[in-house]
């Protein structure tokens, strides 16, 4: 009772606050404590003082915002940089695989310009080649030279697809089961293999050094095969000619003329230097093919004008009797010239044309009895004498082999026989010269 009466003589009872939230029908009531607010307003109260007091060391505290600032510049300034460097670095990277580009289409155009130059080269070869077959004319192939020969044999379409493809494969851009067909780099050339890793551009000079390494193996193939036929040719030459001076005619030698022995090289010009070595100027398998062409056609024309010489046997069956020389005279008995040279034939055996040529007397000429004369031109003429019967008339142009009589025993003459003369500017040779060049011209002229 004593505590009332306190209650009441200090103050009047507290009231608590109430806070009544409506929503529709529901009526909630929530009590606030007196420690509540009390701890609301400390809550608030720290706030307050913890932003005043941070605010207000920011503000006494500029060096720390300018180094934050500076910090930042600084980190802004190092990844500018760090992208002007990358920006740099792609654009290097951009340029040279440009200039790596450019410098690899440039090569691939010189590659195709070589073997654009070896097709046409191998189109200009071949008809010589098929001359030179005609001829009978073969380059000798050594050991060293055969494996070259043969290379140029199997890849004469080096412009071709299978060129193409060669390019393709040793650029790495072809198909794996394709077969690669390239020449072995020779050591002196080639590239040494790197250990450590190969630039793009470094293995692109390798790859068209090996291609253009190829190419010139192909190249010298080319030219030495030229210069093999060349030197076949003329040496074939050389041997008619060599035969037909023995047997007494002194016939024109169709050499080239001065104007293509003056483009003939003295020596080659071979630029070298570096792993892309450029092929032969064209100027020089030029020369090579004006000489070939050139040997071929004093060979085919020493082959044509040999044709028309009495180099065969009027009777190959018969026996030679009788030879070119001073003998006996069968009806005198004293030293006499026989200008010829006897057959021992039966009468009515067929007598040939040593040449073709035209008939110039055929009938009765004195000791001679029948007779045919033939001339075949360059002054060389032959006589066919003692005929039983004549097969030609005078002007008629007879071929090498066509039976023109038959022999007999007329005229100055002691049983049958032939009597076969040759006459060289009107005056009477040993037909045994023309008889044995005839047998060692069979092989070069046939």
Same mark, same amino acid.
């Given at each position: ?94 340029? =040279? ?81 394709? %077969?690669?067909?390239?020449? %072995? ?17 470094? =293995? ?45 005619? =002194? ?13 003939? %090289? ?156 040759? =006459? ?23």
């Amino acid at each position: 009772m004593s505590g009332r009466a306190e209650n009441r003589v200090f103050g009047r009872k507290a009231e608590k606050h109430i806070l009544i939230l409506a929503k529709g029908d529901k009526v909630r009531h929530v009590t606030f404590q007196p420690w509540m607010a009390a701890l609301s307003v400390s809550l608030i109260s720290a706030l307050s003082i913890g932003y005043l007091a941070a605010t207000s060391y920011l503000v006494l505290r500029d060096d720390l915002i300018g180094g934050t600032m500076a910090r930042q510049a600084r980190m802004q300034h190092e990844y500018e940089d760090r992208i002007a460097a990358l920006r740099a670095q792609v654009d290097r990277v951009t340029s =040279r695989q440009l200039l790596d580009q450019q410098i690899v289409e440039e090569k691939v155009e010189k590659l195709l310009e070589q073997q654009l130059a070896l097709t046409s080269r191998h189109g200009k070869l071949g008809s010589l080649l098929d001359r030179a077959e005609d001829a009978g004319v073969s380059a000798s192939e050594d050991q060293g030279t055969a494996p070259a020969i043969n290379a140029y044999e199997k890849r004469a379409d080096a412009a071709g697809s299978r060129g193409l493809a060669a390019i393709e494969r040793l650029m790495g851009i072809a198909k794996d089961d394709q %077969p690669s067909t390239t020449v %072995p780099v020779p050591a002196a050339l080639a590239y040494a293999p790197t250990a450590a890793r190969e630039s793009t551009s470094d =293995r692109a000079d390798r790859l068209f050094s090996r291609v253009t390494l190829s190419l010139k193996d192909i190249e010298r193939a080319q030219r030495m095969r030229v210069e093999n036929l060349t030197e076949q040719t003329d040496q074939a030459a050389d041997e008619i000619a060599a035969i037909l001076s023995r047997t007494g005619i =002194r016939m024109t030698d169709p050499a080239p003329s001065p104007e293509t022995a003056a483009s003939l %090289p003295d020596e080659p010009q071979l630029d070298i230097g570096g792993p892309y070595v450029a092929p032969e100027t064209a100027a020089d398998f030029d020369a090579s093919l004006v000489a070939l062409d050139g040997a071929l056609g004093r060979l085919e024309e020493m082959r044509s004008q040999v044709k028309k010489l009495p180099f065969d046997n009027p009777s190959p069956a018969s026996d030679i009797t009788s030879r070119f020389g001073n003998r006996l005279d069968p009806f005198l008995g004293r030293l006499a010239l026989h200008a010829g040279i006897d057959f021992r034939a039966a009468i009515g055996t067929r007598i040939s044309a040593t040449a073709p040529g035209t008939v110039i007397s055929a009938g009765r000429n004195g000791g001679y009895g029948n007779m045919v004369e033939i001339d075949h031109g360059n002054g060389v003429t032959t006589r066919y004498a003692h005929l039983s019967s004549i097969l030609v008339n005078v002007g008629d142009h007879v071929k090498a082999g066509e039976a023109i009589a038959k022999t007999g025993n007329t005229g100055r003459s002691t049983g049958p026989h032939l009597h076969y003369e040759v =006459r060289l500017n009107g005056e009477a040779v040993d037909p045994m010269r023309f008889l044995m060049a005839g047998l060692k011209l069979e092989k070069l002229v046939n």
